[in-house]
């Protein structure tokens, strides 16, 4: 026993860090705004959402094992270089987008602490370049793994707002669901751009290769992803049931995750509100890493850089990308008067509904033999990825629809 978890922690890592690092600033805003909003309706669809998760994610991690390359240099490889950057396009975007919300996290939770949030912003700005110029790939794996521990203090302060399980049960996973409004589909469909997010499959295949994992080690890479898929929508849920418990029962509206922190704070007590703030500062930081360093080893990949943290001559065109996103990103959320709530649900809806290109690239990918050999997929990962990939279409032309024909819906 005692080997088999010596050779699982030697594993693990890569899918802890994506699962963890996906419930970032905009996944918490996304899940605060869920519970403030309508209660406990969308802790079904959190649990829901584990399954696909982990599907997606495993294919992704056997495409790593097997191939010993990047998501991005497989597709240029073997689909040329216009499909390369129809694939990149789309993830760049999303990408400048989502570290735009974690640096919104970053600032939020300044107000709960009572700091001006331009320091803070800047400092951890500053800390995530320094990191990406100093540290190998088992440092920044030892320093994400770091802020994971640190996203766990959602759950304490879910407790803290004392939910009763049956409320839990009757509303949240047999109950009811408002399909018929607009609002609510907008945030299913943000929940699962939330959940599961273009940047996320570029990551992992990269750390899966940069950590030298071989197909041997599938297994327990395996168990890695599956844990952290757990994990990652339990906080989701715990996110949902704490502002479901103290905000949406007293109709107090939420505006981002730190004023929700700030709402409930009154009403369950310091605690909480600070527990909440320092998770909330650890998930923002941990996803910035993870975008950012997605972003630089897809480029890198993708156009053959020096793009290996082991690499002590990594290209500076690679550095220069990681910390041009974040130093972009921090500046953008200094802008003063921005509506950063409407801009993080709309860039997690907005992840939702480019994900079918994505997933069709990994599905294409895990089914080409001349890619994966004997490894592809099995009917079961197909049909819920289409499954997936579907529900994503759906809801971008139905909320397309419901803007042009309704705007102030």
Known sequence: MSRW????????GPG????????????ITTAATSGAQYGYKL???????IVPLYIVQEMTVRLGMVTGKGHARLIREHYGLGWAWVSLGTML???????????AGIAGAALIFGLNPVPLVLAA????????FTASYKRAEVFALALCLVELLFIPAAFAAHPTAHAILAEGIFGSQPLHDPNYVLLIASNIGAVIMPWMIFYQQSATVDKGLKLSDLTFARIDTLLGSIVTQAIMCAVVITTAATLFV??????DAAHAALAFEPLVGRFAGVTFGIALIGASMLGAFVVALATAWAFGEAFEWRASLNDDLRSKRFTGLYAGCVALAAAVVLIPNLPLIQITVYVEAFNGFVLPIVLGFLLVLVNDRRVIGNRGNRPLGNAVTYVLSGACIVLGVYMAITTILHPGA
């Open 43 to 49: 802790v079904l669809l959190q649990l829901l959402l």
């Open 16 to 27: 802890l860090v994506v699962t963890f690092a996906d419930t970032e600033a905009g996944s």
């Open 250 to 255: 007293r109709h107090i509206p939420v505006s």
């Open 93 to 103: 975007v999303t990408n400048v987008a989502a570290l735009i919300t974690e640096f």
């Open 5 to 12: 978890i010596l050779r699982f922690l030697a594993v693990a």
């Open 125 to 132: 700005a500053a800390l995530l370049i320094v990191v990406i």
